[in-house]
């Protein structure tokens, strides 16, 4: 790789706007801290070696590691603000330097594990020493930067940021460096410590927040998208709730958010949830209250992947409600199945392929198909069925709607409950609130009949219940032996779909 | 050892729901909540380890580590419950079993060892792989039940005191145990994540601040005592500062407080700082305001020892102080030195038994002793002279008083300067200062004249100053080469004890 | 006029326990909760003269006035729900029957007059008690329930919507009863004691304020409508400022709302204010801060008509940015002029009519006119001129604007100079900002070119300056000598105006 | 009465602290607003004249009422700092000038009641037109002076002390005049109208309320006073519940304040309620908590004496204790008995002096008194007994305290119930709790046994019990026809009374 030419403006660095300086730079005093510059304009990347080298200090040794001082916070800033300007591509060999040379000292780990085998039939304070010492050993160096950066103002949430990077380019498969796999696990490790559930604030917003976490609470929600202020102030009115949990670190930033809302029946149907305003200034009356349905889970730090905040909100916004409502007996989602309908087309074109159209329907379906849409028999009356899946112009007919029902149904119950990814299921939303511990409890025809339901599965929601008393051990079950608790509804109509299609 | 018998009730606690069980945790005083046992009365010992083999739960796999869900709460809870009903000596018991034998899996981590070792020639992401094995193999059992522990209500807190027993019992030394240093140090290093600065809250205390917070304060005081309310009004009022850290998991519980007089110069005085009610209703004059001093400073929660607060502490009231007061220009300690008048005594016992009672003050200075005691020449004089300063009888004669002054400011000069541990200042006080980069500014004669500053320092206090440009260096070369840096009025006075004493 | 049936649910109501009332008042939206009452519809009048009779209790005598419980809370409650379920032909039935039944004893008074007449060369006592037995005496006898509708739930927001109806009575002049003048003045001195400036609240609005807040106060806006949320945050972002003033009797409820821009200079134009988002992630710089600009005030209580608000919401302001940038130096209004383009219309016909083309424009403007309407000479040109005026045709080309602006200048200065009403200037902006003691400063020309702008007032605006140390003095000037203080560019319109228009 | 010499540093104003005058004069400036001074010391009461002269501007006329601007606020401020700093003396000549030279127009009062009479024939608008410029005309001169200074900063409170002035003037008897007497109720009247309930606040104090209210909650406790902190604590925390009404004119500062115990049956005994501290830290069973026992009330502000709040406190009370205890049953006082001793001194005093020993006590009765004490028959026996109730010495012997039993306890009902002054109940926390309805319900005796309670009431206490139902009527009831209604017990003790006493 040819180096790259910077034109980073660190000199630039002094003509920040007086405003900006004093928030991120207070208490810095001393000049020395300042980045130098150069006019001549650096090699990038010596640029970045220089800055690296500068604040990414040397681990302590083992005997100094609590008598050795924190760097400047200057130190952090001045990292913080090299990498936020950087452009794509310069991160990507920022991060690829930061990974690699600034890591695990290899060397130093070999030699302790020596000493480690060596020490064997020592005594225990011996081999604890040594084993300490390994642990220590084991730690990247840049560790203690990360560290240092979480104290600063801004820092929790540059860190977010990067690791977002971070898991960026490792999904991307830009590099396959088993370095920037240290990095992120090192990130995610750190991160999940900060936002430990007792750190995190839960928040209940309502009409009277303020406009700002609204607005972001709006934005944020990618699951039934909300269409302007009248769509919102639906979402927190009565017999809704929206729940998030903030952090001290990241005021104002709702970190995941859950809306609930408040039933008499577990709901089948999501427009009835989203677009019905009649009760927007109606009084909750709270014997019709009787479930919660969660309608929308969203996560909105891509940085935080993998630090279980949503199973922890779903816990606390149950304990939330059982105690405003004593008596609420049902909680259950009402959840999307991104990717049925994709996964549908792959499917019905390999049994096309495969010549397999026979398997896939009853003869009498596949003549009830045939009649409603004038198709001839077999491989065209399948094409015929995928073109109108696609387009979603089964809809525009009620019978075509009535044929389809049994078939969709089927299909889409074993998509969820028969389609794995390393044995666990491999729709994602399925896949979270089976870790959960929910039960895959009820699939809905018609459900969600917006143009973005219809897409992405069909009409079809699902339902996972949560039954309070069973979720540990059906987490458990799921987690550890990959066994998917079912209701009865979700079971026939899976036994159905092997019936029919005879896989 | 005897086996300890238990009465401590753990039937039908293990059933309670996990979502109910904190809240009625909460509630338990009537008997009738109490879990109901068994009358037999278990053996202590056995119940021990049947309840640490229930709530520790083993390390998942290294595959599986991702893949497996948290214990239920109520896990946590028992654990908790269990551990609060034991005795001192019982704990004891407790902490050894839990730290030796649901620690580190030690043939785990050998055979990573021996692994590792066989891949240093292979390729990097093998080489990564297995360290990242090691480095996890390497945790203890016991530390993920820790980090569930500090997710449920109280859980935080109780690892707060959890800590605070093993402080005890390693620094009481009832135990040489290697497993609990470990122990230490794992809880160590989850409460520095937890407590890590970008966490904390800074509250400023006011007369306006919750009752309940202000007794806290006044309690937690062990600087200058609080003795009444009148006492702790004063020192929230005018030209006084209140600073203290609190965390969002340990709500209404200042950490760590710093009490702050705003003055004109640097205090020599502590009554003035505490006793003085004239400004009670005062309105605070800036022009006046020039020094913030810093003139009490303390942790509360012993189980945080070694995390740093009080540091950071600090550091953010100088960042307040100086947006409050742009033109503030001088920041300093005004502080005790406890163990100066024991260290004393000590010393001059030393001298007596060595006979060299002649090194320690000028002929001039012991013909002075003798005229006020009318005590005879030589070791009686000095045998004199310390009961009188143990007594604090000097006090009462002026000439006495000013007899003493240069003996005991370059006696106390160099105690501070001089006398070490492991290399850093005897004095507590001092250590803590001289890490957080203040300079060994100014001794202060008859500084504090309370009973209290009498016996334990004979009237001397002392500023550590923090001159803001310069406590990075400083703290650095302390830290790293042990070099203390104080004033020219210090250094002379330790001079003079060079002189004098012929050390 | 013939009775009017009513159906109010009178029955059982009354039988409600004081101190429950307001709660289930609240709750009331179930059918099964409204009282039932007998399906014979009551009479309405008798039904009224039966309500007013039991809630609208007699005055007590001079002598027991203090010994007087006060009715319960039930008798006001009822008022309130049996006035809020009359339509409006029936508030009218209602309020002359209470303001001419239940006010004044005028036979008691008249009484007392003679008695205080009789008592002239009495002692001082003597005189005093009767005065005072007097002044009694003129209290309404419905002036005490409004009293105790102040103190329930509610109450204070329903007599501030009550006076609201009596204002609508008496300006559509439906009647001319002097008793309802009357009962409009005992409630305005109510609400001017219970909105006395000491129990206002002044709350800034930002983009942190409760949604709900932030919703009332776009559509409050009357002056320059919000459009949409980009807007309103616009408002309350950098150089903008947003106050209101709350109330605890009415909370989340903004009495009078104050838009500020902050500006380096004047503002000769409303669209750089409204409409340029330019700035909406800006950060303040304070140094270009000289300026505050008042663009929009707005009372959101027709009910708290002539209760001063508005006037002191601005003295506040200002007391409050002088506080934030303590050298701001220019305070200035920059207003609407609604009615110039109206009253223009009528100027222009009756010159017409009058045939008095000649006199309102120059001959060179006449001919200027003439060549580019293309318009015959005299009425004819007038006329074609007054329809362009209307239509805001004008608008469309650019030499009629240069011709138009001395034109229109002059016309307007001397509309709000000249036109006045009892003495007061006409235009009901300038009336309030002139006896706030500012001074008609500058108009504007093009300055607010929206539809609205030019069909209210051909886009001029004007600036209402603001001299601190003058406020007071211009004030009283105006209140009392009815003389507007001008600048001299508004002078100087006005009298090219009187030179032109041989007024 | 000589002219007074004043020593009032008007100069002084020039010389206010910064601070103080930044916080009170903000928005001043005009230098005009400055006192004027003179530094030959002027005469006292000319400088009164001329201060009120100057800042107690005329009434506007009629007609120009509405367009009459208020007066710089610099006018208030000047009044209140001149009035502040006169000493008592000064302040009586003050309000005496004032009250009398600057109230009504009393010729302008007849010349209208002249005027009233002339139009007793004509139409309505007429007669309510001068009806209304009479009652204009009878406000005093000083009133809207008044009602400018509630709206500058701490002018509310200012008014409130100036009232608490009036009244101590009134009280004290040092002057007679009328004019005084027109004042006080001009300011009540005011007071009245800003204090109405709608506009105070109803804060719950807790140990986590602000230690500035706790201390003023404490200073202010007058019927059992609060000997430190932990006995404050105690009154806050569990089974206790303080409360109090607030303002936003006087933040800070709690008006009136109740304190209630909540307990299982209706208390009889003030000891266990305000110096049991076991429930410390006990946490509350609900099903324990049946009644709540008001047994402190406090006005704190001498100033709006006759302005009802305690009356309301406790009905907002109820209504809040209802809300968090729905099925709470029993509400009652538990009072205080103040003046019961020294009335019994008097009492005895008179039947000695009469010689109606006989009449007292029965014959047993004075049988065991001669017994217990020793002393001889009759008014010798009735001295003995005078003497012991005064020193409170008979409550040393049980025997004595047997006996003694019946016959306090019926005089004291007798007191409570028969004594009256204008018809009402003499005692006045009887009177306060018979005004609100309340019912004469329990006499407990040894109730007080603090030597507080033993001085002022021989120990006895009493509940006036609140039935909700019934307060309405019970009021009406006491205040218009004077009956008090007593329960059984009461009734039954003061009916011994007369059976024994033979009055």
Redesign the interface.
Known sequence: MSPIRFAIPLCAWRHL????SVQSL??R??GGARPRCSSTGLNGERSMEELLRRTVTPLPTYE?R????PP?DSNSLEFMYFYRKLNKEQKLVFLEKLSKEFG?D?RG??EL??K??DT?LRD??T???V??R??YS?TPRYRHLL?HI???EG??KFLVDLRADVIGITTSKVTDS??M??LN?TLKS?LS??F????L?LERIT??????L??KISQYEAVHPVRN?TDI?RRVGPYRRCYAFTH??MP?EPLVVLHVALTQDISDNIQSIVREFATLD??E?VQKINSAIFYSISSTQAGLQ?VELGN?LI?RV??EL??EFPHMAQFSSLSPIPGFAAWLQGFLGQYRKEGRAAELLSEQEWREVEEVTGAAHGAAALETLRALLGSGEWLRSERMVRTLEPVLMRLCAWYLYGEKRRGYALNPVANFHL?N?AVLWRLNWLADTSPRGIANSCGIMVNYRYF??E??TN??TY??NKVITASEQVLSLVSQFHKNSKL
Chains 1, 2, 3, 4 share one sequence.
């Open positions: 706007s007086v405003l900006r207070r208490g005093q001393c100094t609590d008598k050795s001082p400047p695990v290899h780990v070999s594990a020596v480690l085998l064997q225990s304070a081999v604890l020493q084993e300490d390994l642990r084991l560290g979480s104290r600063v820092g929790v088993p370095h796999r240290d696990s750190l410590e900060w430990s559930v007792g750190l604030r009409w009277q927040s303020p406009c700002e609204l607005q202020w102030k001290a670190s104002g109606a009084i009356e993998g922890y816990k149950v304990r059982q105690s870790q511990g309070l008393q979720t540990s987490s458990a987690l550890q």
